[in-house]
């Protein structure tokens, strides 16, 4: 069992539509961070949150960290091919200074 | 600085047959960390150094496994007696240490296949 759980696994969807990609966990996290990877590549950082129901917007993604510091959402408005890759959730606790991932959720967006 | 430096990106290998992997992290941070990544799914924790001391090792580092960070700045894994169930892309990543709050920079990785 992961630490952290994404949800969906896969998401397909056109171009212009929305799509909400779901990261949960029973464990509470200091921080919470959201990278993209893309085949062959390693993970690029997209944003950290840190206070529990924080909301951030980047561009068409808006992210917010669950109000107990236990879960996450990553929101993405309009997708564009561009957006298309793995989304990776990473959670740091308190102590410690390792991220631990989720499995990941891979979302294409068909032009 | 152009970030974090992983070579070679691509290894393959014989099963049994020892491999090593260099990541040069970004020059001014002093934590590095190595995690395992298999085909659709999350990385995995290995270890990371701050300087140069190894601070953490998962238990998916088994005794073949070994990593190093001499000098406090590049480090290198080395995989021993490879076995196919070691493919995988092998990510470095560095931070700082000050205010951290869980940021890491990432390598392009390097793939392993073992025949």
């Known amino acids: 069992t992961q630490l952290l759980e994404q949800s969906p696994q896969f998401l397909s969807i056109q171009e212009g539509e929305n799509l909400t990609v779901y990261c949960n966990s029973s464990?509470?996290?200091?921080?919470l961070q959201w990278y993209r990877q893309e085949p062959g590549e390693g993970p690029v950082l997209l944003v950290t949150v840190v206070t529990g129901g924080e909301v951030k917007k980047l561009k068409r993604l808006t992210f917010q960290f669950g109000d107990a510091r236990k879960d996450s959402s990553l929101h993405i408005t309009a997708a564009q091919p561009g957006d298309t890759g793995l989304y990776l959730c990473a959670g740091k606790k308190a102590a410690g200074n390792k991220l631990t991932f989720g499995g990941g959720t891979r979302v294409l967006v068909k032009p | 600085d152009t970030g974090v430096s992983q070579n070679p990106r691509h290894k393959i290998t014989k099963r049994g047959q020892n491999v090593t992997f260099r990541c040069d992290p970004i020059s001014e941070h002093n934590r590095l960390y190595w995690y395992r990544q298999t085909l659709g799914q999350g990385p995995e924790f290995l270890t990371y150094f701050q300087n140069e001391a190894q601070l953490e090792k998962s238990r998916l580092l088994s005794d073949r496994f070994s990593a190093e960070r001499p000098k406090g700045s590049f480090s290198t894994l080395e995989i021993q007696r490879t076995e196919q169930g070691d493919s995988a892309m092998y990510l470095c990543a560095s931070s700082s240490s000050g205010g951290y709050t869980g940021e890491l920079f990432f390598g392009e990785g390097s793939r392993l296949t073992v025949l």
């Open positions: 464990s509470v996290f200091s921080s």
